[in-house]
Nanobody, 115 residues
Framework: VQLVESGGGLVQPGESLRLSCAAS????????MRWYRQAPGKERELVAA????????NYADSVKGRFTISRDNAKKTVYLQMNSLKPEDTAVYYC?????????WGQGTQVTVSS
């Protein structure tokens, strides 16, 4: 199983970024996918989740209305569109999948929001 995130970077407040997570090594279309983030000195928190065919979406209250999770099962990729970014969104963002009683994580991608 491999999850590879990309798309992070340094942006100013109010700008946008789109994160991608390319998955391999398992049947991607069968499982929920999640984005987590971890800011310095804080616990890792769930940002967004999507069901196998996108019919069920969940968001943390702090990102509702600004972030959108989506997936392309043909490309085995999950996305996180982040709009109206705030300094408090600064964190390492991780892609996650849980199956066969195990959590799988990507290596993370850094998002920094600063003027």
């Amino acid at each position: 199983v491999q999850l590879v995130e990309s798309g992070g970077g340094l942006v100013q407040p109010g700008e946008s970024l789109r994160l991608s997570c390319a998955a391999s090594g398992f049947t991607f279309s069968r499982y929920d996918m999640r984005w987590y983030r971890q800011a310095p000195g804080k616990e890792r928190e769930l940002v967004a989740a999507i069901s196998p065919f996108g019919g069920r979406l969940n968001y943390a209250d702090s990102v509702k209305g600004r972030f959108t999770i989506s997936r392309d099962n043909a490309k085995k990729t999950v996305y996180l569109q982040m709009n109206s970014l705030k300094p408090e969104d600064t964190a390492v963002y991780y892609c996650n999948c849980y199956f066969q009683n195990q959590n799988y994580w990507g290596q993370g991608t850094q998002v920094t929001v600063s003027s």
